[in-house]
């Protein structure tokens, strides 16, 4: 891939083989569990012996994510396998971890049940700060933007300050895509994320990976796969690859919409708590704005309880009420119906790729009609 592309021709050719004459641009799936073997050599004559540590589908996506993140990826049949895979790989017992007390909801469950159980020291730190020195501990990892606060950490300041110290650093970038932010050369050791989100895009299939710069971290974690198996299916792998060449276009219309839902709302007295980095106004934004090489299509706001949101996504047309982000659809999540540990009435809104206009006055005419804040009728 040319150094001086940018991002839309990045994603158009990103993972894609040499064009040879009579073949697809992206190939399709190869769907094998078994390969033919050399007869002689067995699988030490060719790459492909065995579906679960190798797939050519899969290595062509791999390329593709690793030419974004700039650095070498493995996928993961989800991002909870990836997130969780990637803690299992690296920490051992004794081990202190810094995880975010506002990111990912499951993740944190993880290393409250089985990370403490195998004896791994978990701390939790909020995504803004403030840390903690660093000395002992073995890994820190940052979720920024926070999901769902869409809080952010400056990455940069804190790998320098966690590497002084010896510690691994490992961003999940989840919620910005390697078109939003390029953690590795913000200085992190890994990236981890789930592929199901604005990656992919299109609320169809669930995938996760990691990338790094170090072989000696990706060969821990591709063993790690290999040995527990969670693995892609080729479809997946392939829808994913297909759908990434859309990732700047997609990306494009979410932040633009993001940005006029977050001026409607702001500019609303009836709704309190809104949070989206790419708003002068926010706290994140001075540390979002010079990090994120985009913002992203995800807002958070109050509603104030459970009654007024059901109420708001009900009269709207174009905003489904569904859970994860990303995708082309508008979505709105009230976390606390998941257990998320969020306030009754407050939503995650994903912007999807609808028109500005349409998206702008579907949710102000919704916000009207879901009236205040009450009981659920
Ligand atoms: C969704 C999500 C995950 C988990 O990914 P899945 O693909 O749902 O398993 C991890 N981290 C963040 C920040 C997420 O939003």
Known sequence: MSGDWHDGTRCVHAGLPEP?????????????????????????????????????TRRLLEAAVGELEGGECRVFA??????????????????????????????RAFATG?????GVRVGFVPTAGPYPP????????????????????????????????G?????????????????????????????????????????GYVAARSAELLEALTTWRTTTGAVPGAFDAWLAHRSLATLDLRL?????????????????????GLRWPGRPADPAYPVASAQM??????????????????????????????????GLHTTADRRAQWGDDTAPGFVRLSCGVEDTAD???????????????????
């Not at 909870?80 to 990912?104: E, F, I, W």
């Not at 494009?252 to 309190?272: C, H, K, P, Y």
């Not at 708001?312 to 489904?320: D, G, K, Q, T």
């Not at 702008?360 to 659920?376: I, K, Q």
Request: avoid cysteine.
């Open 20 to 56: 040879a004459p009579g073949d697809p641009f992206l190939p399709g799936p190869v769907f094998a569990a078994p390969y033919h073997l050399d007869p002689w050599q067995g699988p030490t004559a060719g790459r492909d012996g065995y579906g679960r540590p190798d797939n050519p």
């Open 78 to 107: 989800t991002g909870q396998a990836a997130v969780t895979g990637l803690l299992l790989a690296l920490l051992r017992p004794g081990d202190r971890v810094l995880l975010p007390a506002d990111g990912y909801f499951p993740v």
């Open 114 to 118: 089985t990370l403490t159980a195998i």
């Open 134 to 165: 660093f000395d002992g501990v073995r890994l820190l990892m940052l979720e920024t933007p926070a999901n769902p606060g869409l809080d952010v950490a400056d990455v940069a300041a804190l790998a320098a300050a966690a590497h002084a110290a």
């Open 167 to 207: 510690t691994l650093v490992v961003v999940d970038n989840t919620t910005a895509t390697p078109l939003g932010q390029r953690p590795l050369e913000l200085g992190a050791d890994l990236v981890v994320a789930s592929g199901t989100k604005a990656l992919t895009g299109h609320s169809d299939l669930l995938l």
């Open 252 to 272: 494009g219309r979410q932040s633009a919409n993001a940005a006029a839902l977050a001026e409607l709302i702001a500019g609303r007295a009836d709704v309190t």
């Open 293 to 326: 090489r985009r913002m992203p299509g995800v807002l958070s706001f109050d509603l104030g309880d459970a009654g007024r949101v059901a109420r708001f996504v009900e009269a709207s047309r174009l905003v489904a009420a569904a859970t994860s982000f990303g």
């Open 359 to 377: 998206l702008v006055a579907d949710v102000a005419a919704a916000l009207d009609a879901a009236g205040p804040a009450g009981p659920l009728s």
